[in-house]
Nanobody, 116 residues
Framework: QVQLLESGGGLVQPGGSLRLSCSASGNIFSINNMGWYRQAPGKQRELVATIFSGGSTNYADSVKGRFTISRDNAKKTLYLQMNRLKPEDTAVYYC??????????WGQGTQVTVSS
């Protein structure tokens, strides 16, 4: 069984930055293929960013140029650096495998609120 623990969220003003972390533990060998998702109130969960085993990354158009996904395989930790945050980035952020990969149980997520 794999546990995913997201952290690093908080309240930030528009234009600010946050760095999210996702720590994976349990029966997991690597975090080569992972993604960040978010779910805003009243909306479906959406994929924000992905990183694959070769190092390639993909981003949703809404965050491209502002967010950066990275990982530390030795620490089994996934990161999401979020810059130039906007109110529409407000959501609960989760990590998990990308679509079409076997998914893990979802963690509790970490709340990001962008507001002045």
């Amino acid at each position: 069984q794999v546990q995913l623990l997201e952290s690093g969220g908080g309240l930030v003003q528009p234009g600010g930055s946050l760095r999210l972390s996702c720590s994976a533990s349990g029966n997991i060998f690597s975090i080569n293929n992972m993604g960040w998702y978010r779910q805003a109130p009243g909306k479906q969960r959406e994929l924000v960013a992905t990183i694959f085993s070769g190092g390639s990354t993909n981003y949703a158009d809404s965050v491209k140029g502002r967010f950066t996904i990275s990982r530390d395989n030795a620490k089994k930790t996934l990161y999401l650096q979020m810059n130039r945050l906007k109110p529409e980035d407000t959501a609960v952020y989760y990590c998990n495998t990308p679509p079409h990969f076997l998914s893990y149980d979802w963690g509790q997520g970490t709340q990001v609120t962008v507001s002045s």
